[in-house]
Nanobody, 124 residues
């Protein structure tokens, strides 16, 4: 079992930055691929970014490529999402997730564990 807790969300003006964190419990954090998803009101949950267990491979949604950076620190059991040049359309609840026995995972069905989410609101 892996428990995930997100933090770092908040209200920011367009063009600003936020860094989200995802703290994981359990001693097997380093064996999971990790990912960030987001869900805006009235919309489906969408993929944002994923990172392999070692941190050596990453993948991003086109909508955030060049603005967001995913990273992880296995010694601290923590994953991060650095979000720069934020836009109002980035407003959503952001979720972190863990996927066992995979390298990179871009669809929700590939993930085994989810956090409760953290709200990010970008004002224009």
């Amino acid at each position: 079992q892996v428990q995930l807790v997100e933090s770092g969300g908040g209200l920011v003006q367009a063009g600003g930055s936020l860094r989200l964190s995802c703290a994981a419990s359990g001693r097997t954090f380093s064996t999971y691929a990790m990912g960030w998803f987001r869900q805006a009101p009235g919309k489906e949950r969408e993929f944002v970014a994923t990172i392999s267990w070692s941190g050596g491979s990453t993948s991003y949604a086109d909508s955030v490529k060049g603005r967001f950076t995913i990273s992880r620190d296995n010694a601290k059991n923590t994953m991060y999402l650095q979000m720069n040049s934020l836009k109002p359309e980035d407003t959503a609840v952001y979720y972190c997730a863990a996927a066992w026995a995979t390298t990179l995972a871009v669809t929700p069905d590939e993930y085994d564990f989810w956090g409760q989410g953290t709200q990010v609101t970008v004002s224009s």
